[in-house]
């Protein structure tokens, strides 16, 4: 069946804006997405009839119990993982850096972690922090052509005293998608763990972390249309081995022993609904439910991309034809099955704030900047210049949105 983008698009109401009379264009998902109706709902249902602290005698206590655990299992069926493999917190930075702290204190001065150029700094920072323990950090470089990844560089950075390996499943920036497979590979074979960022990456294909043999993977809700906050997956033998920095009385399971403070209750609560949708979406394609969930999101997941990909296909070559327009990252359509549908551009004689500018006066949503991936707009020659305009693309986007969007950057060319 042919992707239904009708139908995900009739459940965002947020998609009903208008900017000068005309509809909102939302190319803005890299910085948070859209959500479905029954998001909302979930929020407000949850403040009218669970809204509790956790583990009570009583009925809203009761609830709020259950809605943590379903949404625990929500984000592992999503993952592929154990329920109790999953944490959550108020976003993947927060996170990153109580994790990445924890981790520092298991190793010792000349260790060594590897990062990349190309990743947000959410997946630098956290592990940059640990020089003060002595900690060795390598940096990967990237290929400026199409902003990709120099996988030889990255062979010669891990080496024996390689602890720990941090890269993105996909650039925030540029939509580069780098090779999983190839980096765990690399750093098993020195006895080397992988934290992996895949905030931009979950919204746009499927992910398995038991079968990539992934230690820890994060991402944001917030990216993959539920509400603001942050998720990570860990191994259930490094969740239970590291230590956390957490206050006594908190609980010793596996997962909820890294959740610092009282969870955003209601958000969990949304982050299950935005699953649902998610899972909704796979059934509806394949014409009749799956048997579980994790098959249905699968699935959903699966003709996300491909539908995204004939995003990709429509939408840039004809960026490319625009006059006066730079374009940063993979360009080879054969190509395109390495890269999400958001891309990153500049105009002649525009800065990025200009364009993003003259876009919104056309009711179509970019961000400008550097998007905290600020290594790459380094490494580009890109940052005292304003960065790029980026424009990233979801499902509930459409080619007659890519067509307003090339007319609008035509006209300003």
């Known amino acids: 069946m042919s992707f239904d983008a009708s139908w995900a698009r009739s459940q965002f109401p947020a998609l009903s804006e ?9 190319f803005d998902g890299p910085g ?21 602290n956790t583990h009570g005698a009583f009925l809203t ?11 625990r299992q929500a984000m592992a069926d999503l993952l592929g993982c154990g329920a109790d493999e999953i944490m959550f917190g108020p976003n993947m930075t927060s996170l ?59 062979a010669r950075k891990i080496t024996s005293k390689t602890k720990l390996v941090a890269v993105g499943f996909a650039s925030n920036a540029v939509g580069t998608i780098n090779d999983i497979p190839a980096v765990v590979k690399m750093a098993k074979a020195v006895g080397a763990m992988v934290f992996v960022d895949a905030v931009h990456y ?33 191994k259930r033998e490094h969740l239970d081995r590291l230590k956390p920095y957490k206050v006594r ?45 994790r098959e249905a999101l699968t699935h959903a997941m699966t003709a996300i991309q491909a539908y995204e990909r004939s995003l990709s296909d429509y939408m840039i070559p004809r960026l490319l034809a625009i006059p006066g327009l730079s374009f940063y990252g993979i360009t080879d359509s054969a190509r395109f099955g390495s890269r999400t549908p958001t891309v990153a551009i500049r105009m002649a004689k525009h800065t990025p704030r200009e364009v993003a500018e003259a876009l919104a006066a056309k009711g179509i949503f970019v961000w400008d900047g550097n ?38 950057l035509t006209a300003l060319a």
């Open 96 to 154: 990153t850096f109580g994790l990445s702290r924890a981790i520092g204190q298991s190793l010792s001065a000349g260790d060594e972690i590897v990062i990349t150029r190309l990743d947000h700094d959410a997946n630098v920072a956290p592990w940059l922090a640990l020089r003060e323990l002595g900690i060795v950090v390598n940096e990967v470089d990237v290929d400026v052509e199409d902003c990709t990844l120099d996988m030889e560089d990255f």
């Open 18 to 26: 208008q900017v000068n009379n005309q509809p909102a264009v939302f």
């Open 32 to 52: 948070g997405t859209q959500v479905p109706e029954r998001v909302i709902t979930a929020i407000s249902d949850y403040l009218r009839h669970s809204n509790a």
């Open 61 to 71: 206590s009761n609830r709020t119990d259950a809605i943590i655990e379903d949404s």
């Open 249 to 293: 009385p908190a609980g010793e399971d596996t997962a909820g022993r890294w959740e610092t403070g009282t969870k955003n209750h209601e958000i969990m609560a949304a982050i299950t609904a935005a699953v649902d949708y998610l899972a909704e979406v796979g059934n509806r394609d394949a014409g009749t439910p799956f048997a579980t969930r």
């Open 202 to 234: 979950a919204p746009h294909a499927p992910i398995d972390v038991k079968a990539l043999d992934i230690d820890f993977l994060a991402c944001s809700p917030y990216k993959f249309f539920a509400p603001h906050s942050g998720t990570i997956y860990g």
């Open 371 to 408: 998007y905290y991936a600020v290594n790459l707009t380094e490494r580009l020659g890109l940052e005292e210049l304003g960065g790029m305009v980026r424009i990233g693309l979801v499902h509930y986007n459409t080619t007659a949105e890519v067509d307003r969007l090339i007319d609008a």
